[in-house]
């Protein structure tokens, strides 16, 4: 909210999904952040981070959040559903991404990978349009990236989504 005040009043859709998905993954990528955290998250993982319980979390609504969803645009089919899973679908592009492109199961590894990704959503949501799209943040990021590895992934999973044809 401090980083982009206007985006605070969106709280439906797509829009409202920025919002949102951007909280949880500032969330994600600064306690990985740390060395201390991100060594509790691989071991909560069992060497397998799309399937970390500390990626999941239940909304007051009653709902189940989580980063590891495999979730496609195709899957909102009601209006009234589409925060909570355009939400998930921003959250899991991005995290999936950084799964993809970890180069290695260790603390060290995943502290300083996130601190790479946590740069890029920053950048990407500071230089994004008013009123932007999930689509126009990921593609930020995948074209704020000097990484080749970091932007085929967000790219590809972009693509497995329905993000982007």
Not at 38 to 58: D, E, G, Q, V, W
Not at 77 to 101: K, M, N
Not at 133 to 160: V, W, Y
Request: net charge negative.
């Amino acid at each position: 909210d401090m980083i982009r005040p206007d985006l605070y009043e969106f709280n439906e859709g797509e829009k409202g999904a920025v919002h949102e998905g951007f909280a949880d993954l500032m969330a994600i990528f600064y306690l990985c952040s740390t060395e201390a955290w991100s060594a509790l998250h691989l071991k909560a993982a069992s060497s397998n981070l799309l399937a970390a319980p500390t990626l999941s979390s239940t909304t007051a609504e009653g709902t189940t959040r989580d980063a590891s969803n495999t979730l496609h645009t195709s899957d909102i089919i009601r209006p009234a559903h589409s925060l909570l899973i355009y939400t998930q679908i921003f959250t899991a592009t991005v995290y999936r991404a950084l799964v993809a492109t970890l180069p290695s199961p260790t603390p060290a590894s995943l502290t300083a990978h996130s601190r790479v990704y946590l740069s890029l959503l920053v950048s990407a949501i500071e230089a994004a349009p008013p009123e932007p799209s999930f689509q126009a943040i990921l593609r930020l990021m995948s074209q704020l990236t000097t990484d080749g590895k970091i932007r085929n992934a967000l790219d590809a999973n972009m693509r497995e989504r329905g993000i982007v044809p």
